[in-house]
């Protein structure tokens, strides 16, 4: 069974500062790892994925992430944060095509980014 | 690529009515997915079909709910005699031949 862990429930930071939110996975086949943003009474919007190529994916809004197999991790950030940045982060884990659970998603828990003037 | 769709974005509902919601997916994505999302938590999978194929349901997917998708395109969830743990935000999510999955904005369902 997958599962993904997000370290976390609640992130706050100045407007400008360093974003990082954690995300550690568990799965027993390489897992496809995405993160998603979730603004208040709306759906989710994928921010980036990584798909087995490199290892530091770029998404949009200026947001990357790094997946460490090691470490069993693919934690979000952004070198600086504007105040639109406040939301709702979602990581998640799905098998690669094949994978039994291939296409199903797995979320965390989720992590509120709070941006301060 | 108009986006996926849900209809209604709100339902109040009292305990024990049905209701059924409907989601129109990215035209020609194949497969459909459902998710519930309680408030504070992740979006939990509940089912998705490949085409017209319910091909996986959830345990969360108890016998009061189905979900169809007559002719591969939109889909439905009925919820019967709704409870008031059913009350939560209902996700639909539409995948084509790449790897990602493009949410709608979601069904808010209040049971009182």
């Known amino acids: 069974a997958q599962s993904v862990t997000q370290l976390g429930s609640h992130v706050s930071v100045s407007e400008g500062a360093l974003v990082l939110l954690r995300c550690n996975y568990s799965?027993?086949?390489?897992?496809?790892l995405f993160w998603y943003v979730q603004y208040p009474n709306q759906g989710l919007q994928l921010l980036l994925k990584?798909?087995?190529?490199?290892?530091l994916v770029k998404g949009i809004n200026g947001f990357e992430a790094e997946f460490k197999k090691s470490e069993t991790s693919f934690h979000l950030t952004k070198p600086s944060a504007h105040m639109s940045d406040a939301a709702e982060y979602f990581c998640?884990?799905?098998?690669?095509?094949?994978?039994?659970?291939?296409?199903?998603?797995?979320f965390g828990q989720g992590t509120i980014l709070t941006v301060h003037p | 690529d108009t986006g996926v769709s849900q209809d209604p974005r709100h339902k109040i509902t009292k305990r024990g009515q049905n209701v059924t919601f409907r989601c129109d997916p990215i035209?020609?994505?194949?497969?459909l997915y459902w998710y519930r999302q309680t408030l504070g938590q992740g979006p939990e999978f509940l089912t998705y079909?490949?085409?017209?194929?319910?091909?996986?349901k959830s345990r969360l997917l108890s016998d009061r709910f189905s979900a169809e998708r007559p002719k591969g395109s939109f889909s439905t969830l009925e919820i019967q005699r709704t409870e008031q743990g059913d009350s939560a935000m209902y996700l639909c999510?539409?995948?084509?031949?790449?790897?990602?999955?493009?949410f709608g904005p979601g069904t808010r369902l209040t049971v009182t």
């Open positions: 999510a539409s995948k084509g031949l790449n790897y990602e999955q493009y």
């Open positions: 799965s027993s086949v390489p897992p496809y």
């Open positions: 990584y798909t087995s190529a490199a290892t």
């Open positions: 035209s020609e994505h194949n497969r």
């Open positions: 998640a884990v799905s098998d690669p095509p094949g994978g039994t659970s291939y296409g199903k998603l797995t």
């Open positions: 079909f490949q085409n017209e194929a319910q091909l996986e």
